[in-house]
């Protein structure tokens, strides 16, 4: 987190903006380092004049009851913020400069628009493929069991993944990832915020399957770049073995109430 918003601080970006913290009951401190490493009363000035707010802290922080997931921890920064773009972003996210304003100059000038990601890069500088298609129920079987390992379901995962196209241009797509996500509010505010009955996990698809369903795009911008220090949790060698893993299990039932929402409706976008 501390390094999130110094890289933040750091990019000099060249608008007004403000940074949310939210602290989904962690337990583990993350408000207090914010205070103690941003707000106090040596840094606050300096860091207000950074974000363009003279005169007032360039950070605020949220702190939940409860941990309601990733849906929920978001929706309750977005309820705080006041700009005209919201900006989600993991805290395993590098932000670089130049990359912010090349997200909001996009969306200023692209009005059909409504959210637009960066391309994500691993450490190593290999592209992260953060951009997909629409999943099918047999998706997630292929990525957990042997039989992603027969052709005909290579093939669908290739699709899914949307290999054959190139990730070094721009393009409109069924969905980005969630770890970072640039969003016109009025348009959100319209579609409706994250469906908090994803608690991780398909709150990011949904949320851009609904922003096609009233028409609105959803692009990749390949101009933008960011690091993501990305760690599947739910990762596992094998659905019968990873089944033991909590992130696994958190996954599964969102695919689950996913597909559920969805039975029987068409799907919308650019497709």
């Known amino acids: 987190m501390k390094q999130c918003i110094r890289g ?120 992260q493929f953060s951009c997909r298609r629409y999943p099918s129920y047999l998706i997630p079987i292929y990525r957990r069991t042997f039989l992603g390992r027969l052709p005909f379901a290579r093939r669908q995962l290739d699709n899914f993944l949307m290999m054959e196209q190139d990730h070094q241009k721009n393009m409109k797509v069924d969905w980005l990832f969630g770890a970072c996500l640039f969003i016109k509010k009025n348009f959100l505010d319209k579609v409706g915020f994250f469906d908090e009955r994803f608690f991780m996990y398909f709150e990011d698809l949904d949320l851009c399957r609904r922003f096609w369903e009233k028409g609105y795009e959803v692009w990749y911008l390949a101009d933008a770049e960011m690091v993501h220090y990305h760690q599947r949790l739910s990762a596992g060698s094998n659905l019968f073995f990873s089944i033991f893993s909590k992130a696994t299990r958190i996954h599964i039932m969102s695919g689950i109430k996913y597909f559920a929402k969805y039975l029987g409706a068409r799907l919308p976008g650019q497709r």
């Open 8 to 127: 933040i601080l750091q990019s000099n970006i060249k608008l007004d903006y403000e940074i949310i913290v939210v602290d989904n009951n962690s337990g583990d401190g993350c408000l207090e380092m914010v205070r103690e490493y941003f707000l106090d009363d040596k840094t606050n000035a300096a860091t207000a004049a950074t974000l363009g707010r003279e005169g007032k802290p360039g950070i605020k922080t949220a702190a939940s009851e409860k941990n309601g997931g990733f849906a929920s921890g978001n929706n309750l920064g977005i309820k705080k913020a006041e700009g005209k773009y919201i900006m989600i972003i993991n805290p395993d996210i590098a932000v670089t400069e130049g990359v912010v304003e090349k997200l909001y100059n996009f969306l200023e000038t692209a009005a059909a628009a409504g959210i637009v990601g960066p391309k994500l890069i691993n450490p190593d500088g290999s592209t």
